[in-house]
């Protein structure tokens, strides 16, 4: 099975960066998700608001092999991503920083990413491309050496942690 991302894309972008030239910064993100595609092999789906657009219709397309959607005017990425993760459930990871989309993802049993976190794995990504090599794995999500039932991750920590290794 393989992994599928449903990623806020200006939620994604706001976390580095301040919003100069949006079309560029959409472009760049589509670019670097493209990388992260292909070397991580998952499907990537990013969504963003019509917002900073001027389309008035929302839209679908692929792209470098990612299916970029653009809502309609007047819709929030966040009800297209809250229906993904309806939709799919468990077989879902959600990349927002959103509490309220992180909430409701969760609780179908989706995966959620901070936005800040998934944009230090797409960086590695990055890197490992233009490299060619992988950056050593220097804190190992699961090591922590607790031991003993009250030390134990939730059901819920379990999960993301497992998820984080495949992404």
Do not use: C, W
Not at 27 to 48: C, G, H, N, P, W
Request: net charge positive; charged share 35%; no cysteine.
């Amino acid at each position: 099975m393989s992994l599928r991302l449903a990623i806020d894309g200006y939620n994604l972008i706001g976390v580095s960066t301040d919003f100069h030239d949006i079309e560029a910064l959409r472009e760049a993100l589509i670019e670097s998700l493209a990388v992260y595609r292909k070397l991580r092999r998952v499907k990537v789906t990013v969504v963003f608001d019509a917002t900073f657009t001027s389309r008035l219709t929302g839209s679908r397309e692929v792209r470098s092999g990612i299916e970029v959607v653009f809502t309609r005017g007047g819709e929030r990425a966040d009800s297209i991503i809250k229906e993904y993760a309806r939709v799919k459930g468990a077989g879902l990871t959600i990349v927002t920083s959103d509490r309220e989309v992180a909430t409701y993802a969760a609780d179908r049993g989706s995966v959620v990413i901070g936005s800040g976190e998934f944009r230090g794995l797409l960086e590695s990504a990055l890197y490992e491309d233009l490299k060619g090599a992988a950056l050593d794995d220097e804190d190992d999500a699961g090591g922590r050496g607790k031991k003993g039932p009250s030390k134990k991750p939730t059901k819920a920590e379990r999960k993301k942690i497992n998820r984080l290794k495949k992404l």
